[in-house]
C-alpha cells in the first residue's frame, strides 16, 4: 500500500434530520491502493469538478457510502507500473479514472490505469487539458458513436447549446461541417452564441419562441432535424401528482428525492416535452438523451415508431466499464488533444479553485464549469 501525508476530496454520507446527505469532505490522509503493473501515479496538476451521478454508483456498487470527486485530471507521471510501457515518469499526461476509483481525482496525487491516459501537448495548459475532456468526450460519443451519420447535408438540435457542455457539441459539429439548431433558454444566451459562432443556422429561444415544433419544421422544410441531443427533458409527473396516504412512505420518497438531488444536474427550467423532441425528428433520426429514468408514453413510442427513428442513452462513463473499448477510448481522447491544441475545441471555464476551496463550491456546482487548479502550478 501507498501511504502519502496527500489530500483528497470524498463525498460521504451523513445523518441529517432522519436522512442520509451527502457531505464533501477533504481527507488530510490519503491510502492509495497498491500500484498496479499497468497502473500509473500522477501529481494532480488540474481536476475538472462535475456533479457526481450518485445514484447511477449505487446501481453500480450498491455497498459504497463514499464517492471519489474528480474524474477528468491532468498533471505529471512521478511512477509507472512494471508493465508499463506507453508513458514515462515526468511526462505530462491527460485522462479519465473510472466510476470505481479508490482515489479521487481532486486530489494532490491519483492512481490511473495506463490505458486512460494519453500524453498532453505542451502548447495547452493543464487547466484547460482537464476541462475540456468531459465535455469532449460526450460529444464524440454523441457525434462519432450515436449519430455516425452525420455530415454537411445534416442538421442537429442542440439543447441547452449555451451551456459548457452544450458548446462543445456545437463546436464539434463546426468541424463536421454539420449544419446546427442551437436551442437556448434566455436572451443573453442567444446573444452569447451568437457572437461566439455566426455560423449557427438558427437560434431558438424557449423564453421566446412560441412553438419549438413549428419553428424547426419551419427551419427545416418541414422534414426535421437528423439529430437532438437533449439536456434533460420535462417529467411525466412528479410525487405531488399521487395521493400518498401513508406518511412515511411520502417521508421516505422525499427523502429519496432529496438524497439525490443536488448530485446529478437537473434538467433546465425552460426543457422541452419528450413529444416536443420526438416531433422535432426526422425520418430515421436519432434522439440522443442524458436523461437515466426516460419513459415513454405508448403515443410517443408510436411516434418514434412512424418516423423509423431510435432513442440512444449518452452514458460516457460506460466507455471505462469495458475493457475491449479501451483502444477506442485511446483514440477519442488522442484525436480530443489534437482539436483542443489547434483550437477548434475550446473549454468554457467558470472558474478555478484550489484543493482547499472544492468542498466549499462543490455543492453549488450547477452547470457551471469549475476546475481544481494545483497551489504548485503556476
Known amino acids: 500500500v501507498i501511504f502519502f501525508k496527500m489530500r483528497g476530496v470524498y463525498l460521504s454520507y451523513i445523518s441529517c434530520e432522519s436522512r442520509k446527505k451527502l457531505v464533501p469532505r477533504l481527507e488530510e490522509h490519503v491510502i492509495l491502493p497498491d500500484l498496479g503493473e499497468y497502473d500509473v501515479l500522477i501529481q494532480v496538476k488540474a481536476c475538472a469538478l462535475r456533479r457526481i451521478d450518485t445514484k447511477t454508483f449505487c446501481d453500480l456498487s450498491p455497498n459504497v457510502d463514499q464517492f471519489s470527486v474528480g474524474f477528468e485530471i491532468s498533471g505529471t507521471i512521478t511512477r509507472v507500473g512494471s508493465a508499463v510501457q506507453r508513458l514515462l515518469v515526468s511526462q505530462d499526461v491527460v485522462g479519465l479514472l473510472p466510476l470505481d476509483t479508490e482515489s479521487p481525482g481532486c486530489a494532490e496525487y491519483c492512481i490511473v490505469p495506463e490505458y486512460n491516459l494519453v500524453p498532453k501537448p505542451q502548447s495547452l495548459s493543464h487547466v484547460d487539458a482537464a476541462a475540456i475532456l468531459a465535455p469532449a468526450l460526450q460529444a464524440y460519443t454523441a457525434l462519432y458513436h450515436h449519430a455516425s451519420r452525420l455530415g454537411p447535408k445534416t442538421t442537429v438540435m442542440v439543447l441547452s447549446a449555451a451551456s459548457a457542455d452544450g458548446q462543445i457539441i456545437v463546436q464539434l459539429c463546426e468541424v463536421l461541417e454539420t449544419k446546427v439548431i442551437a436551442v437556448v433558454t434566455s436572451a443573453d444566451e442567444a446573444t452569447l452564441l451568437t457572437k461566439s459562432y455566426p455560423s449557427l443556422t438558427r437560434i431558438m429561444d424557449l423564453s421566446s419562441c412560441k412553438s419549438l415544433v413549428t419553428s424547426c419544421l419551419q427551419e427545416t422544410g418541414g422534414l426535421g432535424v437528423n439529430c437532438i441531443i437533449d439536456a434533460g427533458v420535462q417529467p411525466s409527473y412528479s410525487l405531488s401528482d399521487f395521493i400518498i396516504e401513508s406518511p412515511l412512505l411520502r ?128
Open 251 to 378: 417521508q421516505q420518497l422525499e427523502a429519496e428525492g432529496h438524497r439525490h438531488g443536488y448530485e446529478s444536474a437537473p434538467p433546465p427550467t425552460l426543457c422541452p416535452t419528450k413529444h416536443q423532441i420526438i416531433s422535432c425528428l426526422a425520418a430515421h433520426g436519432c434522439w440522443i438523451t442524458t436523461q437515466p429514468d426516460l419513459q415513454l408514453d405508448p403515443p410517443n413510442s408510436q411516434l418514434l415508431f412512424l418516423k423509423g427513428a431510435s432513442v440512444h442513452f449518452l452514458f460516457t462513463p460506460v466507455w471505462l466499464l469495458s475493457c475491449d473499448e479501451q483502444g477506442t477510448v485511446l483514440d477519442m481522447l488522442t484525436d480530443i488533444m489534437k482539436k483542443a491544441e489547434s483550437r477548434q475545441l475550446r473549454p468554457l471555464i467558470t472558474r478555478t479553485v484550489t484543493l482547499d476551496e472544492v468542498c466549499e463550491v462543490f455543492p453549488m456546482l450547477g452547470t457551471a464549469s469549475v476546475v481544481m487548479k494545483s497551489e504548485k502550478l503556476k
